[in-house]
């Protein structure tokens, strides 16, 4: 599956960007060059899902490539790995695969991570996803906005875990580590 910017309907977002912004990820001439322009996943790795996670794979494909901080911070014979990177994100043996090329380079760098940090964090995720699509059916907004706060919470202790992992590897800012996290869950759940 690939997304680009320039053939997706911009849908709603859910992994709603909180207050927590970006980590000082640097100028705009610096953004420029250190981000995502393609994302695929790896159709072995897509679990049979819900409409609801598709949207949010959707939704979360589109907003990193519209708008992200992506470095990796590997070097490769001495020099940076230039950007924009065109990432395929992976699921195998458990573990999370990141494998990462530049628009310039035909090599590819692949980046392993456990999942096991995160496993619960993405099943309590899903959990309460789960009662927030039932509660928007016919709860109060009370309900359901205390679910989606609940859910937000979940959501960024997950993105603060990616980014931790990720360090000396590849440098996120919040917001990409927020709708990278919302990918990794939309691929790790077997729902």
């Known amino acids: 599956m690939t997304n680009n910017k320039e053939n997706s309907a911009s849908p709603e977002p859910m992994d709603g960007d909180s207050a927590a912004g ?22 072995a790795s897509i679990a049979r899902t819900n409409a609801n996670i598709q949207h949010e794979r959707e939704v979360a494909i589109y907003d990193l490539i519209d708008d992200n901080y992506f470095k990796v911070e590997k070097r490769d014979e001495g020099a940076p790995i230039p950007g924009p990177y065109h990432l395929n994100i992976a ?12 628009e310039t380079s035909d090599k590819t760098h692949s980046f392993m991570l456990s999942l ?19 509660a928007i059916k016919s709860a109060p907004a009370s309900r359901i ?10 959501h960024d202790d997950g993105s603060k875990i990616l980014m931790e992992r990720l360090e000396g590897k590849i440098k996120l800012d919040f917001k990409t580590a927020r709708r990278l996290f919302t990918l990794i869950c939309a691929l790790h759940w077997k729902g």
């Not at 699921?91 to 530049?102: K, P």
């Not at 993405?122 to 959990?127: A, N, T, W």
């Open 145 to 154: 906005e205390a679910i989606d706060m609940g859910r937000r919470g979940l």
């Open 116 to 134: 096991s940090p995160m496993r619960r964090i993405i099943k309590d995720y899903f959990m309460i996803c789960d009662s927030y699509y039932e």
């Open 22 to 43: 970006g980590n000082g990820a640097g100028d705009d001439s610096e953004r420029a060059s250190y981000r995502l322009s393609e994302i695929t996943l790896d159709a």
């Open 91 to 102: 699921i195998a043996e458990s573990r999370l695969v990141l494998n990462v090329s530049s």
